[in-house]
């Protein structure tokens, strides 16, 4: 039982370029979260029993947005030891899919995700992406630099 309680927890999450922007997931309403209750983020989620690393953000991002994608190289990596979790962002090519009809639980109406808000996909052009309240603001912070050099 011990191993359990002390194992961490992976998350998986995408950075994916699509017309002449990035896609998030605008977060609204948001009961659970006391600092912020509006907040943009990128597309993501637990890995899965059995899962790779890209595996996991391929599906996440299928889920989330209904496109498919293809992993082209990890950008970030993130601990949080408060949490007990491990993040990983992976820069992701569009493949093909109509965005914005991701079937994921987060779009039923699951009574728990209750407090968790309005799940809404966006695509956010470049210039605005400085400006928004992005989380974790850590990947944030090092994503807006890269677009500033021109990295992605």
Do not use: W
Request: aromatic share 12%; charged share 35%; hydrophobic share 35%.
């Amino acid at each position: 039982m011990a191993e359990e309680i002390n194992k961490m927890v992976v998350r998986v999450a995408g950075i994916v370029s699509m017309n002449d922007g990035f896609v998030f997931m605008h977060r609204k309403n948001v009961i659970r979260n006391k600092d912020y209750q509006e907040y943009y983020t990128f597309p993501g989620g637990h890995l899965e029993e059995g899962e790779t690393l890209e595996e996991g953000v391929i599906r996440e991002i299928k889920e989330e947005f209904g496109i498919h994608v293809k992993v082209v190289r990890k950008l970030y990596e993130l601990e949080n030891n408060k949490l007990n979790m491990k993040e990983y962002f992976f820069l992701c090519e569009y493949v093909d899919g109509e965005f914005g009809t991701g079937d994921g639980e987060e779009f039923s109406n699951n009574p728990a995700y209750k407090d968790s808000g309005e799940y809404i996909p966006e695509i956010v052009r470049r210039e605005n992406i400085s400006s928004l309240v992005l989380l974790p603001l850590e990947i944030k912070e090092k994503f807006v630099q890269d677009l500033k050099e021109e990295n992605l």
